[in-house]
């Protein structure tokens, strides 16, 4: 069944990507002009002087969007192999998953009356 | 000689996918200019057709700046791990009855894995810059790339339930019929919640505040310049195509005739699969056109919103629904 040659061009179509963006980049470092300059190397704020480091504190709901992607990617690549096989799985595999997606769905409305 | 014929075929897929990339700029300035009664581009060869060469040419000779403060080799890097997944995807894409590059097994989870690469590429790039726009855009984008993806993942969860497979020749396989045996019809929720987190992932208009021209000025790309910038640009646009390709082939039956299983079937018969995939494909590129020209952006919060209590519920159901439908083997899709 699982024929590792069929994978080969991908290999190398990831490669030929990487190389379109490399040989890109090359190009515009030959060929565009260089004079650098601390007024214009200096980073971009509308024109003002840059007052503190960019690098500053954050939200933290970012990051706990971030962890609640994690839990649902898992729950999707969990689905995906069970969708391939479904017809073949039939009430049992229903009833399965419909325990599944309760669980999700309990933690799911947690997470909504929370307020995130 | 076997990779002579690889080379070979993704020569023929990146080639005309440089060219569509640059022809869909100049659509997309024509077309918006049109639908804002304006004529856009005119001036550069007949009727505007050179612009997208000019453009290019002229990105070509502009200076690169890289900002002091900036992580030099991540700065660079950047650009490259955005355009090299949005370019590999397109090797398990099938344009035609047996034209594919990788003819692989796990042709879906390989476009998901390669879609979501992207986004790594975007955060790199704001946090390199080491500029406030660009973090906040980097920050924007990812957020809600994650939160689109979501409900991307469930949208395919319901395309590989009806088609049985992951592969993608034999999701368009399992669509044969007519233009009602397509996946659209047994799943339009799913479509149109795949669609719009698609234009939501490349960070188009409406869902484009991680560029938000009028608040962060361009977002994770603001300190870029020169041909790193045209690599970001050449990257989103591939992307959309992708995601036009992907909606045409998992939902609309990718290179099938829609006069299928119609008086007109014969008459058409001769017209070859490429063809009806390319129209497909530009439809819904006009789509993404269409919207960037009539909608205005979200607000943040109404975004994340949509992502996570619209579409994710909405998805959920519909593959509950779905699964009562394989079973009762509802006709004409699941007999």
Request: hydrophobic share 60%.
């Amino acid at each position: 069944m699982l024929d590792l040659g069929n994978y080969l061009p991908i290999l190398f179509f990831i490669i030929v990507g990487l190389l379109v963006g490399a040989g890109a980049s090359i190009v515009g470092f030959l060929l565009g002009t260089r004079k650098p300059d601390p007024e214009k190397n200096s980073p971009y704020e509308c024109g003002f002087e840059a007052f503190e480091d960019a690098r500053m504190k954050f939200d933290v709901r970012y990051y706990l969007i971030a962890i609640l992607f994690i839990i649902f990617d898992l729950e999707i690549a969990f689905l995906f192999p069970w969708a391939v096989v479904f017809k073949e799985l039939g009430l049992f595999g229903f009833v399965a998953m419909m325990i599944f997606l309760t669980i999700l769905v309990i933690g799911f409305i947690y997470e909504w009356k929370k307020g995130h | 000689m076997e990779i002579i014929y690889i080379l070979l075929g993704i020569i023929l897929i990146v080639v005309p996918l440089m060219l569509s990339v640059a022809y869909l700029t100049y659509a997309e300035r024509k077309i918006i200019g049109y639908m804002q009664v304006r004529i856009g581009p005119n001036r550069v060869g007949p009727r505007g057709w050179l612009q997208p060469i000019a453009d290019a040419v002229k990105l070509m000779f502009k200076e690169i700046i890289i900002p002091t403060n900036a992580n030099t080799f991540l700065f660079i890097i950047a650009p490259i791990l955005v355009i090299a997944p949005a370019l590999a995807a397109w090797a398990v894409i099938p344009f035609m009855s047996g034209w594919v590059l990788a003819d692989i097994n796990a042709g879906l989870l390989y476009i998901l894995a390669m879609t979501s690469i992207g986004v790594y590429g975007i955060i790199i790039a704001g946090w390199a810059s080491n500029s406030k726009y660009a973090f906040l855009g980097a920050l924007r984008s990812a957020a809600q790339i994650v939160s689109y993806e979501i409900a991307m993942g469930f949208a395919l969860v319901g395309v590989l339930m009806a088609a049985g497979s992951l592969n993608l020749s034999q999701i368009i396989q399992a669509q044969n019929g007519s233009i009602f045996h397509w996946f659209w019809l047994p799943l339009l929720p799913l479509f149109v919640i795949y669609f719009i987190s698609g234009v939501a992932e490349t960070n188009r208009s409406p869902f484009d505040l991680a560029e938000g021209e009028s608040e962060i000025v361009a977002g994770f790309h603001v300190e870029y310049s020169g041909m790193l910038f045209a690599i970001f640009f050449l990257a989103e646009y591939a992307n959309m195509i992708l995601i036009a390709a992907l909606t045409s082939t998992l939902f609309w039956g990718g290179w099938l005739s829609p006069f299928q299983g119609t008086f007109l079937e014969s008459t058409f018969a001769w017209v070859p699969g490429l063809f009806w995939f390319i129209i497909k494909i530009a439809l819904f590129l006009l789509f993404f056109l269409w919207f960037r020209a009539t909608f205005p952006r979200y607000r943040y919060d109404q975004l994340m919103r949509l992502g996570w209590k619209v579409f994710i519920p909405i998805t959920l159901v519909w593959i509950v629904v779905l699964s009562v439908f394989i079973l009762v083997k509802l006709p004409p899709w699941f007999v």
